[in-house]
């Protein structure tokens, strides 16, 4: 069973706080409250009505959103609703019934192509996974629904999911212009239904879970620590916007040679191999010097 934490989000509108969980409490809809009338379908929301400063309770995919009456702070209570929250769904509480009407938002996706031509990412308005998913067959696809459906498209070579996009990698034996639309109108539906993106044990199995990640981390000699937080702040969110990742296989302290895994856009891509090798093995080079002399990229 997951193991749910909490944590305090703050928002631009100081009368609202967002309680993150680590897992998705909806299949990727949304629910807003305005008593404990209209919460009738989910016990959760009922819960927090039951604290006399809570106006409003909107649900959705990993968060729950609470706004208040001014009566109180949120310093003063976010730490023991964010308490509260967690107990409640840790003791198999029921976030929203199955009956629920699900708060129409509508789902957009939007097709953007890439540094490599064989990639398209698409993106959607909302959060789809809390971790990062390479998919490169059918078969390693068990863990994910949606990656599964989409290997059904003869053209469909792997499948990349992050955050809010599916980043999709195709045969030469189609073209983007022919089947962009198809794939961009396939994954809006499948969103907008609430069906299951990946299956909630997908993170743990895969090793994936902040958890797991955190222990390796931990595990690391201090220069693989910090060739992590370099590639996480300066690397990462380039490579992501371009519907990618990087990822740090190894350090050899011997050899003083680095192991990084290129995935999603990055994989296979002409220039961005070159590009993404040449660059970061220049900026290790330069911000730990005497500590690097090659980066290896390997393709996903």
């Given at each position: 069973?997951?193991?749910?934490?909490?944590?305090?989000?703050?928002?631009?509108?100081?009368?609202?706080?967002?309680?993150?969980?680590?897992?998705?409490?909806?299949?990727?809809?949304?629910?807003?409250?305005?008593?404990?009338?209209?919460?009738?379908?989910?016990?959760?929301?009922?819960?927090?009505?039951?604290?006399?400063?809570?106006?409003?309770?909107?649900?959705?995919?990993?968060?729950?959103?609470?706004?208040?009456?001014?009566?109180?702070?949120?310093?003063?209570?976010?730490?023991?609703?964010?308490?509260?929250?967690?107990?409640?769904?840790?003791?198999?509480?029921?976030?929203?019934?199955?009956?629920?009407?699900?708060?129409?938002?509508?789902?957009?996706?939007?097709?953007?192509?890439?540094?490599?031509?064989?990639?398209?990412?698409?993106?959607?308005?909302?959060?789809?996974?809390?971790?990062?998913?390479?998919?490169?067959?059918?078969?390693?696809?068990?863990?994910?629904?949606?990656?599964?459906?989409?290997?059904?498209?003869?053209?469909?070579?792997?499948?990349?999911?992050?955050?809010?996009?599916?980043?999709?990698?195709?045969?030469?034996?189609?073209?983007?212009?022919?089947?962009?639309?198809?794939?961009?109108?396939?994954?809006?539906?499948?969103?907008?239904?609430?069906?299951?993106?990946?299956?909630?044990?997908?993170?743990?199995?895969?090793?994936?879970?902040?958890?797991?990640?955190?222990?390796?981390?931990?595990?690391l000699d201090d220069t693989s620590k910090e060739i992590i937080n370099i590639l996480e702040e300066y690397v990462k969110p380039a490579v992501a916007s371009d519907g990618g990742n990087i990822q740090f296989i190894a350090y050899?302290?011997?050899?003083?040679?680095?192991?990084?895994?290129?995935?999603?856009?990055?994989?296979?891509?002409?220039?961005?191999?070159?590009?993404?090798?040449?660059?970061?093995?220049?900026?290790?080079?330069?911000?730990?010097?005497?500590?690097?002399?090659?980066?290896?990229?390997?393709?996903?």
């Open positions: 069973m997951n193991t749910f934490k909490v944590s305090v989000q703050e928002t631009s509108n100081n009368a609202i706080v967002k309680f993150e969980t680590n897992h998705f409490i909806t299949q990727h809809q949304s629910f807003e409250f305005n008593n404990i009338d209209e919460a009738k379908a989910s016990p959760l929301a009922q819960q927090l009505f039951y604290l006399p400063f809570v106006k409003k309770v909107y649900i959705s995919g990993n968060f729950i959103a609470v706004e208040r009456y001014a009566i109180v702070e949120w310093n003063d209570v976010q730490d023991e609703v964010a308490e509260q929250i967690e107990a409640y769904l840790n003791d198999g509480g029921i976030a929203v019934e199955d009956t629920a009407a699900p708060k129409k938002v509508p789902v957009t996706v939007y097709a953007e192509s890439t540094p490599n031509p064989s990639v398209m990412k698409f993106v959607a308005n909302k959060k789809i996974v809390r971790a990062l998913f390479e998919f490169t067959s059918i078969d390693e696809a068990k863990l994910s629904p949606l990656a599964t459906e989409l290997f059904h498209f003869p053209f469909v070579k792997s499948v990349f999911l992050d955050e809010n996009y599916v980043s999709i990698t195709k045969y030469d034996i189609a073209e983007w212009q022919d089947i962009t639309v198809e794939l961009r109108e396939f994954i809006r539906t499948y969103i907008e239904n609430g069906k299951e993106i990946v299956a909630p044990e997908a993170a743990e199995t895969l090793q994936k879970s902040e958890t797991q990640l955190d222990s390796k981390y931990d595990a050899d302290a011997d050899t003083k040679n680095v192991s990084v895994l290129l995935q999603g856009a990055c994989s296979g891509c002409p220039s961005s191999t070159y590009t993404l090798k040449s660059g970061i093995e220049n900026m290790l080079k330069e911000m730990m010097p005497g500590k690097v002399a090659m980066v290896e990229a390997i393709n996903g």
